[in-house]
């Protein structure tokens, strides 16, 4: 069945550091992966996404990069600053609907 | 991208009462429109998809009776929790599909 994984569940940087997510997915039907950051009583927001017709795509600091082969694709957040701290989603396209990775606690220190 | 406006952000009740919550598209009509719960430091759950016009989709194990969804415009969905109990306080969470997934603020239903 559809199922995306991701991880880890908790990340912990020290503010400046690099921060890297990893998901991967089930069907490779799928063509279509948007990253979602949750801050605390707010809804998901789309920070980037990208399609499987490109590699890697980037927007200030951060970038995601796919590999359609091994169906996984990663969430990249470099400098990272204490505003980043939130749960971070991944997610499949499977054209009915989207499902969703179990989400990344990020947290950076100051 | 879409704006989506969700109301309210946070309601309590009684349990056995009813809570409405209203989801709408400010800037895209919607023919569609999702409903999603979560639990605290869980993922996204879809519960059903609202359809303008016509009866919304429920996924495996959401009960329509239980959570009434109305799609009555282009612009406008609501999600009413029937007969709520402790069980059903959640967050509440509806979005918009244009081109990509937009996700209104979301609603923290407390039943007491």
């Known amino acids: 069945g559809e199922n995306v994984e991701q991880h880890p569940s908790t990340l912990s940087v020290q503010e400046g550091d690099s921060a890297v997510i990893k998901c991967t997915y089930s069907d490779s039907a799928s063509n279509y992966f948007p990253w979602y950051k949750q801050e605390l009583g707010k809804g998901p927001q789309l920070i980037i996404d990208?399609?499987?017709?490109?590699g890697e795509k980037k927007d200030q600091r951060i970038a995601v990069t796919l590999n359609k082969t091994a169906k996984h694709f990663s969430l990249h957040i470099t400098e990272t600053q204490p505003e980043d701290s939130a749960v971070y989603f991944c997610a499949a396209d499977y054209g009915q609907n989207f499902v969703f990775g179990p989400g990344t606690r990020l947290s950076v220190l100051p | 991208g879409a704006v989506v406006s969700q109301h309210p952000s946070r309601v309590i009740c009684k349990s056995g009462t009813s809570v409405k919550i209203e989801c709408r598209s400010l800037d895209f009509q919607a023919t569609t429109m999702f409903w999603y719960r979560q639990f605290p430091k869980q993922s996204l759950m879809l519960m059903a998809t609202?359809?303008?016009?016509?009866?919304?989709?429920?996924e495996q194990g959401v009960e329509k009776d239980k959570f009434l969804i109305n799609h009555a415009s282009l612009t406008l969905s609501t999600l009413t929790v029937t007969s709520a109990h402790p069980e059903d306080s959640s967050f509440y969470i509806c979005?918009?599909?244009?081109?990509?997934?937009?996700f209104g603020s979301g609603t923290q239903l407390s039943v007491l």
């Open positions: 609202s359809n303008e016009g016509s009866k919304a989709t429920y």
């Open positions: 990208i399609r499987s017709n490109v």
């Open positions: 979005s918009v599909r244009a081109g990509k997934l937009f």
